[in-house]
């Protein structure tokens, strides 16, 4: 997996994103490494957590991207999750608890109880 953005790209999300300084970083961060997704994704986990060996050819980013593939569509998912809510539309804790998942999952500062 090799995914790239252009520097016009780049550049259109840092005039959206100026006002958050995270962003600004990862995107400098792009911008160093030509816009390649991958090796910007590697060198702000390493810069946060230090440098990890993930076995011989494995890629940090599709570790990551196929633990979340299988959050959201596997048996225990949140796509799972969703269809057992739509069995039984009553069912209010299993509805507080998809939102739970997607909450954890995204990092998203909702409150299901609101």
């Given at each position: 997996?090799?995914?790239?953005?252009?520097?016009t790209?780049?550049?259109?999300?840092?005039?959206?994103l100026?006002?958050?300084e995270?962003?600004?970083?990862?995107?400098?961060i792009?911008?160093?490494?030509n816009g390649?997704?991958?090796?910007?994704?590697d060198?702000?986990?390493?810069?946060?957590?230090?440098?990890?060996?993930?076995?011989?050819?494995?890629?940090?980013?599709?570790?990551t991207?196929?633990?979340?593939?299988?959050?959201?569509?596997?048996?225990?998912g949140?796509?799972?999750q969703?269809k057992?809510y739509?069995k039984?539309p009553?069912?209010a804790p299993?509805?507080t608890?998809?939102i739970v998942?997607?909450?954890?999952?995204t990092?998203?500062p909702?409150?299901?109880?609101?």
């Open positions: 997996m090799n995914t790239q953005l252009t520097s790209e780049i550049q259109a999300n840092q005039q959206l100026r006002d958050n995270s962003a600004q970083k990862a995107l400098s792009l911008t160093q490494n390649d997704l991958e090796a910007s994704f060198e702000l986990w390493q810069e946060k957590f230090g440098r990890q060996d993930y076995g011989k050819g494995k890629s940090l980013l599709q570790l991207l196929n633990e979340i593939r299988a959050e959201i569509c596997g048996k225990e949140i796509t799972s969703f057992e739509t039984n009553g069912s299993l509805l608890g998809l998942s997607l909450c954890t999952l990092a998203l909702i409150d299901p109880a609101n």
